[in-house]
């Protein structure tokens, strides 16, 4: 049976035959040894066509679709157009190897051209890309190293292009440097409070959060300091009037030992640390909203923010997570108990990193299971929306955490919960609604702008008719003064002319 081998490569597709597989063997380990030989290599494959791209926009595109295993008109014309014709109900005599599984499946599918993807192939393949500037008689020094340089930066610049409008990188980070920030603060503040309780200990059981003792240890720096001229300020710093008079008090009778000046400025300086990195990680949880809102909003809607995040960054991006069916969604961070139960036969666990939703922890026992298959159904629809949708609305998300709480009411107490088309219609109302609403809002904007400028239009033309009405006006009263010394005159004239119409 004849080897043909698809080669695609940065200038175009070419297409080589394997024949004489004897000399060589086939053996994957003699084809390894022979590739670097061009003499023997050269007598076993041959180029039996090439078909160069016409652009480097062609070139790009026939890459993005080789990458995702999908077959072009110009690849399938290329290969009916050079292999041998494959008769109905007979088997060819022939076999395409390529270097994707995907793209030879799809090749086979469409065209019915058998394919194959094997270690064999890939070493052919390998000396074709050793050698391949010596098959092409046509191509200059060079010039193969320039297609790939160039199809390379734009092939990276596309993905990177398609990362950065998803947004999804940044989710991403944002909660894996929120879940680093939660281990240094708790760490620090323990170190902290394991440190300041040698000149103070008996505020750590007045003052039990960790952001709060140790703004109230860079408050009190030394206890012998301390009276009760300050409790006004320690008031505040508390919040609480009663636990500042007991800090006070218990700083009167304190067992700790004093420190030397230089330790309580490294103990402030350690403080002042803490105290920033508190309020660092608070602004980066408000971060995470505000993206978590922009990039999922029916996701963060339905299940919160951080789990949605966490949801996100297992999976890699918001494309592969609504790629994921409901069940893997589900067991999604529970991968080492799941296999575990696979291996030795045991319960497989029902929930993953969506344990950590406030629906399962509401739900009993007996329930949970069954809590955390529906809601990550519905999670799997609102990632999907998130996905795929053009407009971003929270519409869906809303609607499908009220069918979760109705969920958790049927399996407490037994009310019916509504159907999944009723609730489904009424969110597309809604989502159709609040669409309307807005080019309605730009209308009404434009027709005040316009509204304003006939205003201003109108202000200046009746300036304009102001100002001829005036000068009409003093132009009547300069006739009427010129002429009235001649009113009698006129007066005779027009009864003179009155007779004469009489007669």
Not at 73 to 99: T, Y
Not at 472 to 480: E, P
Request: charged letters at 30%.
């Amino acid at each position: 049976m004849a080897l043909y081998m698809l080669y695609e490569a940065a200038s175009g597709y070419s297409l080589f035959l394997a024949h004489g597989l004897d000399e060589i063997g086939q053996n994957t380990e003699a084809v390894r040894g022979s590739v670097s030989d061009m003499n023997r290599f050269g007598k076993v494959v041959q180029l039996v066509a090439f078909h160069p791209f016409e652009s480097a926009l062609d070139a790009l595109n026939q890459c993005n679709s080789v990458s995702e295993g999908v077959m072009t008109d110009e690849l399938r014309n290329f290969l009916e157009l050079n292999l041998p014709k494959v008769k109905e109900g007979k088997k060819p005599k022939f076999s395409l190897g390529v270097s994707d599984h995907k793209i030879g499946s799809h090749i086979s599918e469409v065209t019915k051209i058998p394919c194959q993807s094997n270690e064999f192939v890939l070493e052919l393949l390998r000396g074709v890309r050793l050698h391949f500037d010596r098959f092409i008689k046509d191509l200059k020094p060079g010039d193969l190293e320039k297609a790939q340089l160039g199809l390379g930066h734009s092939y990276s610049r596309a993905k990177v292009k398609f990362n950065v409008n998803r947004v999804d990188n940044m989710v991403i980070q944002a909660i894996s440097l929120l879940d680093t920030l939660d281990k240094d603060v708790n760490s620090f503040s323990m170190r902290f409070r394991e440190w300041y309780s040698w000149h103070f200990p008996e505020l750590v059981k007045i003052v039990n959060d960790n952001y709060l003792f140790a703004k109230v240890a860079k408050f009190i720096e030394d206890k012998s300091k301390l009276s009760e001229d300050k409790l006004p300020e320690l008031t505040e710093v508390l919040g609480d009037e009663d636990k500042a008079k007991e800090v006070i008090e218990a700083a009167k009778a304190s067992m700790g030992q004093d420190l030397n000046p230089v330790d309580m400025i490294n103990i402030q300086m350690f403080a002042q640390r803490v105290m920033e990195l508190a309020e660092y990680r608070k602004n980066i949880h408000e971060y995470l909203i505000e993206k978590m809102n922009g990039i999922a909003p029916n996701l963060a809607a339905l299940i919160g923010e951080i789990v949605g995040a966490r949801l996100i960054s297992h999976a890699g991006s918001l494309t592969n997570l609504a790629k994921c069916p409901s069940s893997t969604l589900q067991i999604l961070g529970a991968e080492k108990a799941l296999f575990r139960a696979l291996k030795t036969r045991g319960n497989t666990p029902k929930y993953g990193l969506i344990f950590h939703s406030s629906f399962i922890g509401r739900a009993s026992a007996r329930n949970k299971g069954r809590m955390a298959r529906y809601l990550a159904n519905k999670c799997s629809i609102a990632t999907r929306i998130d996905c795929f949708a053009e407009n971003g609305t929270n519409v869906f998300g809303e609607k499908l955490r009220e069918q979760v709480e109705e969920r958790l009411d049927f399996y407490d107490k037994g009310v019916a919960p509504r159907k999944n088309i009723d609730v489904m219609k009424s969110a597309m109302e809604t989502a159709n609604d609040d669409d309307a609403v807005e080019p309605k809002s730009e209308k009404k904007k434009k027709k005040k702008e316009k509204r304003k400028l006939d205003d201003d239009s109108n202000g200046v033309a009746a300036m304009e008719v102001e100002g001829d009405v005036t000068e009409k006006k003093k132009k009547k009263k300069k006739s009427i003064t010129e002429s009235v010394e001649g009113v009698e005159v006129d007066g005779e004239v027009k009864k003179k002319k009155k007779k004469k119409n009489k007669d």
